[in-house]
């Protein structure tokens, strides 16, 4: 299926000189202030509705719109909702319900006018911009042959496209089997081989650069890690061998089933093609607020530490060029979740099935065990509600600097987006690991330092906020990143980009994370 998204339709004042309105023999316009309106993912001829909020400034008397007309057969107005003469009273606002019907991809521009009496006409600009189209090939239900391996499946992917990410879901899930789901072979449309059958973990398609295979099994066996439920993203890595074949063409791939009990599983491949590489992307985030947090979900929007840590996390994003965008704010009442379990995060994160949409899911919690101040619960993670692995957790506590707690919460998003810690211990006798990013030392292209960088395991996040650009590109593929209607988050209270709302610090924020 098709779908149409980061749609956005900006709607602002379309008159000359920046101030409330035109000037002309009968006065001062009608003040119209300027209001953004998100549609949402919508498919090509679908269409999308959304309301123009016109304000009326005046002070102290009313002004009559007199006649509403728009520029573009793509745009209706509902004339049912209307009758003129349309009377709005002193400072009060009116919303006049508009339906875009989108034609063709690329950008969009008109006007809406509205007449008033004895003043000039306003034009309000209507816009929007179509800047990716995601296809989702659904296999249905997949054997795994012996229980362990399924038939080759194949897939057919655009030129266009940047990515492609292969989610597996076998059962319900809330139900873990245990075990480890892997790719067990890859092959591109020219016959090329980017995940060997015959040797494991062989090929272009990074695993994990350095990390032996038996640390690989070891970490498919961790508790949160269900076999049931997993998200294999393509390209995973900046490395010009692993990335997708020009052209497009037909790509075949077989999964593997390691040690769990499925005997089959849903598989779906969802394709991200993109008609700007250089746009803003939009990430929608449902935030869990943790029973012993200050802010309600009825306050969270004008919440001042909770705005202050959201906004840090938006500006670490930004050198990405990704901001957060649409937020639903839900509240948890059981104060079991307000620690975060390192150990055992499935039963928090199962929490998202509260919410309405499938979005990325963040839980603002007290704190972690362990000392742990995030986890993400895969690397990558899928857009999904209910699933044992689907969110991030980060310490949100009201009496710790929301600049450093919002730079932890924007290393776990990363994380979900399919970013690897870039140097970590793996414990267990073996030497340090490093991502599969070659721009990240010691990679082949090293940018920047190991210290400096946003996603090193035990990074400090008062100095280390840097992501490179190989980075960047494998979290821009992601399915949860929605380009071209990446938006700033509005700010409410806050005077201050570094305010200081409580004063203890974080010098050092481990991550709990699988990797």
């Known amino acids: 299926m098709h779908r149409l998204k980061a749609l956005l339709l900006a709607i602002f004042l379309g008159c000359s000189g920046g101030g409330g309105g035109s000037e002309g023999t009968g006065g001062a316009a009608l003040p119209v202030e300027g209001v953004s309106l998100e549609f949402g993912t919508v498919a090509p001829g679908t269409p999308v509705q959304g309301s123009v909020v016109l304000r009326n400034a005046f002070d102290a008397q009313p002004a009559t719109i007199t006649d509403l007309r728009v520029s573009s057969a793509q745009l209706t107005i509902d004339a049912g909702a209307l009758s003129f003469p349309i009377r709005i009273g002193a400072g009060e606002t009116f919303a006049v319900p508009v339906t875009w019907t989108p034609v063709d991809e690329g950008f969009f521009s008109e006007t809406l006018r509205v007449d008033t009496e004895g003043h000039v006409p306003v034009f309000v600009a209507i816009s929007g911009t179509v800047f990716e189209q995601e296809q989702t090939v659904d296999f249905g239900l997949v054997p795994f042959r012996g229980g362990r391996v399924t038939d080759e499946l194949e897939v057919d992917v655009p030129a266009n496209a940047v990515s492609f990410a292969i989610e597996v879901l076998g059962g319900s899930v809330v139900t873990p089997t245990g075990g480890a789901l892997y790719l067990e072979s890859l092959i591109g449309p020219s016959g090329k081989v980017y995940v060997d059958a ?11 650069r350095s990390w032996p295979a038996a640390q690989l099994f070891a970490l498919g066996g961790a508790p949160w890690v269900p076999v049931n439920h997993t998200l294999l993203l393509m390209p995973n890595t900046d490395s010009p061998d692993a990335q997708l074949e020009p052209g497009g063409g037909r790509y075949r791939f077989r999964l593997s089933n390691t040690g769990g009990s499925l005997t089959s599983a849903q598989v779906r491949v969802i394709i991200e093609s993109r008609a700007s590489s250089s746009a803003t992307g939009r990430v929608d985030v449902n935030v869990f607020l943790a029973s012993g947090l200050i802010a309600t979900a009825q306050t969270a929007p004008t919440h001042p530490h909770l705005q202050s840590l959201l906004l840090r996390t938006n500006a670490v994003l930004g050198q990405a060029r990704l901001a957060l965008g649409a937020i639903d704010y839900y509240k948890l009442t059981d104060p079991r979740f307000d620690v975060g379990d390192a150990l055992n995060p499935g039963p928090l994160f199962r929490q998202s099935a509260m919410a309405s949409r499938a979005r990325l899911n963040v839980f603002l919690v007290m704190s972690g065990t362990g000392g742990v101040a995030g986890l993400s619960g895969a690397i990558p993670g899928p857009r999904a509600l209910g699933s044992p692995i689907a969110g991030v957790f980060a310490i949100g506590n009201d009496a710790i600097n929301p600049n450093d707690l919002g730079t932890v919460l924007a290393h776990e998003i990363c994380h979900y987006l ?14 340090w690991t490093y991502d599969n990013i070659d721009d ?22 008062i100095t280390a906020t840097l992501l490179t650009p190989g980075q960047i590109a494998v979290m821009r593929g992601h399915p949860l990143v929605n380009l071209g209607a990446g938006t700033s988050l509005a700010r409410r209270t806050m005077a201050s980009d570094s305010p200081l709302l409580a004063t203890a610090r974080l010098v050092n924020a481990a991550c709990g994370c699988r990797n």
């Open 198 to 208: 015959t040797a494991p973990f062989s090929g272009p398609y990074s695993f994990e």
């Open 418 to 431: 399919g970013l690897n810690h870039t140097r970590e211990a793996t414990g267990n006798g073996f030497p």
């Open 440 to 461: 990240t030392c010691p990679g082949t292209a090293c940018v920047g330092s190991l210290p400096q960088y946003l996603m090193d395991a035990n990074f400090n996040p």
